[in-house]
């Protein structure tokens, strides 16, 4: 099994950018979500979903756009990158009410210039 | 408004000693809590857990203590190996199934 597959593992992005950061599961899992991880703030939630066609915002939303059209994939994207938005990005899937099966992808380091 | 709060930043501990990690909650309403462990450049990984009918959970070293009328969260490592130096994090499951966590901890466990 592959898991939580996250792509790209690195990308640098010039302010105003925009761009996707995939996530992909392979063990039919209905909840998923995006986290970042900044120094001093821990992990924070940014957008979750409970299902295909399900999201809901997290607790910095703001600057991130997501959809969940199959129970696979939950792409995240950033539609002007600015340099606050530089962070490690993690993606992490569970099944639905099992509060400590979540798996976490290996993340996405992102800097903004 | 952070619900979740891990307030030491780092803790040092001497291999072979007890290493006590610690988190504060705000809301009583919470009734599933978490701990993650994290190495760099990896996702974090599923350690333990606790629901808010038990005070205290165990897997092996590590042993988690729920006290409710303090909404206080602490996660024992005894004895801390080095391998146990890694970030720590709480978290809590709010809704049906939202996972919220501090700002972590930092355990260096020291030979």
């Known amino acids: 099994n592959a898991g939580v597959t996250q792509t790209p593992k690195f990308q640098v992005l010039k302010t105003g950018q925009s761009m996707t950061l995939q996530c992909a599961q392979d063990?039919?899992?209905?909840?998923m979500s995006w986290y970042r991880q900044d120094p001093g703030m821990g992990l924070r939630l940014i957008h979750y979903s409970v299902g295909a066609g399900i999201t809901d915002q997290g607790e910095v939303p703001n600057g991130y756009n997501v959809s969940r059209s199959t129970t696979e994939d939950f792409p995240l994207r950033l539609l002007s990158a600015a340099p606050s938005q530089t962070s490690v990005y993690f993606c992490?899937?569970?099944?639905?009410?099992?509060?400590?099966?979540?798996?976490f992808g290996s993340g996405t380091r992102l800097t903004v210039v | 408004d952070q619900q979740v709060k891990q307030n030491s930043p780092s803790l040092s501990v001497q291999e072979g000693r007890i290493s006590i990690l610690n988190c504060d909650y705000t809301n009583s309403m919470f009734d599933y809590f978490l701990w993650y462990k994290k190495y760099p450049a990896e996702g974090p990984t599923f350690l333990i857990s606790?629901?808010?009918?038990?005070d205290k959970n165990e897997d092996g070293r590590f042993t988690v203590f729920l006290n409710k009328s303090a909404k206080h969260l602490s996660l024992h490592i005894v004895p801390s190996q080095p391998g146990d130096s890694a970030v720590y994090f709480c978290?809590?499951?709010?809704?049906?199934?939202?996972?919220?966590f501090g700002q972590g901890t930092r355990l260096t466990i020291n030979p």
């Open positions: 992490a899937s569970s099944p639905f009410r099992q509060y400590y099966g979540y798996t």
């Open positions: 063990m039919n899992h209905e909840y």
């Open positions: 606790i629901s808010s009918i038990k």
């Open positions: 978290g809590i499951i709010q809704g049906a199934q939202k996972l919220v």
